[in-house]
């Protein structure tokens, strides 16, 4: 059975039903969002990813009667929550969790505006992520994500992140040639932690209940950097 839903997706609880670009470099960061999916994480299962600038994702099942394929909908919004029930479909964990980690990146290129996907997936760029409302989404934890950007001068990037279940939450650095501020944030953008990070150094462990959370990074002293960020949550248990 072929199943279509609407996916309902907020950024910083703000909601975002704007139309979506239709421009063939669009379809193209889009694309190449999904490909990452298809390589890293689909390849060899009963399943594959594919999206348009229409909005729609589609996990499409490989099985010849097409059962279990679902179609989400990134117009209307709520919550990176919406994805998971979906996913079950996936019978695999590994493969589960590597799609969800992953799924953003395709959400990020649907709701791209001209001036920002020309940038996309491009470290040499200055990143748009740069306020709470603009945050780029990692997904929802427990689990491990890392992602990788650059920073300097004043400016700032926003990441967001949705916790499912009570969980021990850190975050750690890589790959720096300066050192980085960042801070942690709560939904309602209430300052947790904050301090200066070298590379390979990590936060405090915080523990963290179901909700939205934010990571704020910025140049410590201005100097730019390149940085590799991971964000690990266990569920307390």
């Known amino acids: 059975m072929f199943v279509i839903r609407v996916l309902i997706v907020s950024f910083g609880g703000i909601l975002f039903s704007s139309a979506l670009y239709t421009s063939a470099g669009d379809q193209s960061n889009i694309d190449k969002a999904v490909e990452v999916i298809n390589s890293l994480c689909l390849s060899g299962s009963e399943y594959k990813?594919?999206?348009?600038?229409?909005?729609?994702?589609?996990?499409k099942s490989l099985k010849p009667s097409g059962s279990g394929s679902v179609t989400l909908n990134v117009r209307e919004a709520n919550g990176a929550t919406a994805f998971q029930e979906d996913l079950r479909l996936i019978a695999d964990e590994n493969i589960r969790e590597c799609t969800q980690k992953h799924l953003g990146k395709i959400v990020d290129a649907l709701l791209a505006s001209p001036d920002v996907h020309n940038?996309?997936?491009?470290?040499?760029?200055l990143p748009a992520y740069n306020s709470f409302a603009n945050a780029k989404y990692l997904g929802y934890l427990p689990q491990q994500v890392s992602v990788k950007s650059f920073v300097e001068g004043e400016n700032k990037i926003y990441y967001r992140l949705?916790?499912?279940k009570p969980s021990m939450l850190r975050f750690e650095f890589f790959k720096l040639s300066n050192m980085v501020d960042a801070s942690f944030y709560s939904m309602k953008r209430t300052k947790i932690?904050?301090?200066?990070?070298?590379?390979?150094?990590?936060?405090?462990?915080?523990?963290?209940?179901?909700?939205?959370?934010?990571?704020?990074?910025?140049?410590?002293?201005?100097?730019?950097?390149?940085?590799?960020?991971?964000?690990?949550?266990n569920e307390d248990v």
């Open 49 to 59: 990813v594919d999206a348009d600038v229409q909005g729609n994702i589609t996990f």
């Open 119 to 125: 940038s996309y997936m491009n470290l040499s760029s």
């Open 162 to 164: 949705s916790i499912t």
């Open 193 to 233: 932690d904050s301090g200066f990070y070298g590379n390979g150094s990590r936060s405090k462990e915080h523990f963290v209940m179901p909700g939205d959370y934010y990571i704020e990074i910025s140049a410590r002293n201005k100097k730019a950097t390149a940085f590799q960020l991971t964000v690990v949550a």
